[in-house]
Each structure stands twice: as structure tokens, then as C-alpha cells.
């Protein structure tokens, strides 16, 4: 290799390539090993989907199952924990949503799933309905999440949902114990028809938005923050 | 499409994308156990949705970035057992010697998101356009993320190649 007291990105990019040509990896698993696997994660989608026809047989396989969950969300009645948030279901139908961390949307997306909440959940990713899902804040789909006061802030763009902030740790390496969770309050219930949750995350801004759209017509675009965090 | 050529284009995919997958994934966590691990995962969930991910622009990078998911909450909890830090490098060596171990130490210590930019932009060789649309970013925030990324690996490196000479 020739010494170049700056080198390049063509040179960084090398580099790199060359040294991953050169890690030894170990034989690759039987692929009978994968589908194995493969198939618990089958029949823990199925029984996700078994589990929307019928709520106490969900609450029954859910609680006996516990074990084939696996790697999943460690789970308690009512309660789904993770060390990224904690997912409480009660006994009048909503729940609360506890963020701490914010690095697996999917594992989110998840519980919401076996709470049999629809929801799509991303990061740096914005999703809106046209028209536009009724404001969560007004109808009870996020209560105590209501409009801000008059004159706390522009009254544009009018963003219909709540934007979450705070110090969330977006890489690993900083995951500390000085998380500061945010809660945010749910009413499944009070969801129109054909609407689900959607929830983003977003680096940029250390900002979660939480709101409503309709699961049929929506669409999505890659955004560093949602609408409306200029004005926080 | 029939389940059994369902089965036999996984197997295909299965078989050539293993070493790459594993690869790019060991070196951005610094770990082959832990990245066999989340790679047999990635593989394991890939074969689940198949008929999904065979259609997916990137199925590699699929592959790569589920791995990379599975392995965020490894990193906490094991965060003494992953390399992270440069004071971990030595625990994770089986990865290369001198100047890669170098490199792909600073690799690791790089924010999360730069990592992921690197392991489908560079190892898997993604143009900036899927790297994008696959990690659900703007194209000029992916280059944003690589020339961060390119910068502190280029220090990194001069580094080592002073080292290497002053040998």
C-alpha cells in the first residue's frame, strides 16, 4: 500500500473493503438450522394473526406461549417491557407508551401488534393520510396530549399529532442510564375506523411524532424531522 | 411463484450472501459470535418473510440491516462484551490485525446510523439511491452520513499509516 499522508475516500473505501476480504468467517449454518428458525418466526406471526379473532384466547396463548416467544419482548399481563419502552395495557382500554430508547421500530410495531393496536411505526420517515386522519389530540386517540395553549407556539403548520423531544441516545455507544423517558397516553378506542397509529422517530432533533392515519391512503417520505419541529 | 421454488431461491440467496452479509456485519459491531448470531436471525426472519423480501430492491442489505437491528439491544445489554470502545479492540482481534484492526475499531466507534451507511454503501456495494430508500433517508442525508463517516475513517487511517511506517 502507498503512504499518502491524507488519503482519499477512494482510499478509506479500499481499505475497508480489503479488510473485510480478509476476515476469516465461519462456515455458514445448515440451512435446515435457518429454516427451523425461520418457522418459529411463522407461527409467532400466525398467532399474532389468530390472536385478532379472539381476544381471551390471545390473552391465554399469549401468557402460555410465553416461551416460544424467544428473543421477543419480554412480556407480563398488560405489561410489554423492552429496554427501549414499556408498552402498558389497562383495564379500561388504553394504554400508555413509555419511550426510553429509540432504536427498534420494528420491536415496537411488535407490541403494538399483540396489544392488537394497528400501527406503523418508522424512523426518518414521515407518514400522512390525504385527507388527513381526524387530529388525534382533539378526539380522544391521545389523551391529555391536547392542543398547546393559545400563544405557546404559531399556529402553523397544524401538525395533527404531539411531537415527543428528549434526550433520547441514538447510537449505542451513548446509551446511559440518563435516559429521560416520555410517556405518551393512548385510547385505542377512540380510533376512527380503518386508521391506525403512526409513530416516527427521528434522529435529527432527538424528536418521536405521534399521530393518526388512514391505513388505506397514506403515503411516506424520508424527512431528517417531521412538520412542525421548527416551531418547538 | 411454488413454495418449492420459493425454497430453492432462498437457498440460493442463503448460500451466496452469507459471507458478505456476515462479514459486513462483523466488522461495523466488532464481534463474530454476536454477529453470527444476529445474521443466523436476519437469515431466520428473511426465510419467514421470503415471498416480502425477495421482492425488496436490496435483499442483502435486508439482511445486513435486520442484523444490525437485532444486535441494538445486544449492544446494551452486552455492552461489555461488544466492542464499542477502543479499550474493547482487543477483545474482539480475531477480527484482523494491525492496520484493519485499526480501521475497523474507528469503524465501530462511529454513530450508529454512520455505521449503517458504511456496511451498505461500502460493503455491500448499494448505490446511494437504494442505501436511501432502503434505510428511509434523503440521498444527500446518506452522503452527509458517508462523509462524516469518510472523514473520521480518513484520520484514522493516516494515523495508521504513520504508525505503520514509523514501524
Known amino acids: 500500500m502507498n503512504y499518502q499522508d491524507h488519503p482519499d475516500d477512494g482510499t478509506v473505501t479500499r481499505e475497508l473493503r480489503d479488510s473485510l476480504s480478509e476476515l476469516a468467517v465461519p462456515e455458514r449454518p445448515p440451512l435446515a438450522a435457518i429454516t427451523r428458525q425461520g418457522r418459529g418466526h411463522r407461527r409467532r406471526r400466525r398467532l399474532a394473526g389468530l390472536c385478532v379473532a379472539g381476544a381471551a384466547a390471545c390473552i391465554a396463548l399469549a401468557l402460555g406461549l410465553a416461551g416460544v416467544f424467544g428473543a421477543d419482548p419480554a412480556r407480563s399481563p398488560g405489561t410489554i417491557q423492552t429496554a427501549d419502552f414499556t408498552l402498558t395495557s389497562f383495564s379500561d382500554g388504553t394504554v400508555s407508551l413509555r419511550l426510553g430508547q429509540l432504536f427498534d421500530p420494528a420491536a415496537l410495531q411488535r407490541a403494538f401488534a399483540h396489544d392488537r393496536i394497528p400501527a406503523l411505526v418508522t424512523t426518518g420517515t414521515y407518514c400522512s393520510s390525504s385527507p388527513a386522519a381526524p387530529d388525534p389530540t382533539r378526539d380522544g386517540v391521545l389523551p391529555g396530549s391536547g392542543p398547546p395553549p393559545r400563544g405557546s407556539r404559531p399556529p402553523r403548520p397544524p401538525i395533527r399529532g404531539v411531537l415527543l423531544t428528549a434526550n433520547f441516545p441514538v447510537q449505542p455507544s451513548q446509551l446511559a442510564p440518563s435516559v429521560d423517558p416520555v410517556t405518551v397516553m393512548i385510547n385505542p378506542a377512540a380510533m376512527p375506523s380503518g386508521t391506525e397509529l403512526f409513530i416516527g422517530f427521528y434522529d435529527l432533533g432527538h424528536t418521536v411524532f405521534v399521530g393518526v392515519i388512514y391505513t388505506g391512503s397514506h403515503t411516506c417520505r424520508a424527512v431528517q424531522e417531521p412538520p412542525g419541529v421548527p416551531w418547538r | ?167
Do not use: Y
Not at chain 2, 462483523?26 to 443466523?40: C, H, I, K, R, W
Not at chain 2, 415471498?51 to 441494538?72: D, I, Q
Not at chain 2, 451498505?120 to 433517508?137: E, N, Q
Open chain 2, 1 to 167: 411463484m411454488g413454495v418449492s421454488q420459493d425454497s430453492a431461491e432462498f437457498a440460493e440467496f442463503f448460500a451466496a450472501s452469507w459471507d458478505p452479509c456476515l462479514r459486513a456485519v462483523a466488522a461495523t459491531t466488532g464481534s463474530m459470535t454476536l454477529a453470527e448470531d444476529q445474521v443466523a436471525e436476519a437469515f431466520a426472519r428473511a426465510w419467514a418473510c421470503w415471498r416480502k423480501v425477495s421482492r425488496h430492491p436490496a435483499p442483502r442489505a435486508w439482511v445486513v440491516r435486520t442484523a444490525l437491528n437485532a444486535g441494538a439491544s445486544w449492544w446494551q445489554r452486552r455492552s461489555k462484551e461488544t466492542a464499542l470502545a477502543s479499550h474493547d479492540v482487543a477483545a474482539a482481534g480475531s477480527l484482523g490485525t494491525g492496520l484493519d484492526t485499526a480501521l475497523l475499531a474507528a469503524l465501530r466507534r462511529l454513530p450508529a446510523r454512520q455505521r449503517e451507511v458504511v456496511a451498505l454503501r461500502v460493503f455491500l456495494d448499494l448505490d446511494i439511491d437504494t442505501t436511501a430508500r432502503h434505510l428511509g433517508i434523503a440521498p444527500g442525508t446518506v452522503r452527509a452520513h458517508l462523509s462524516r463517516a469518510m472523514t473520521a475513517l480518513r484520520g484514522e487511517l493516516a494515523r495508521a499509516l504513520t504508525a505503520e511506517i514509523g514501524r
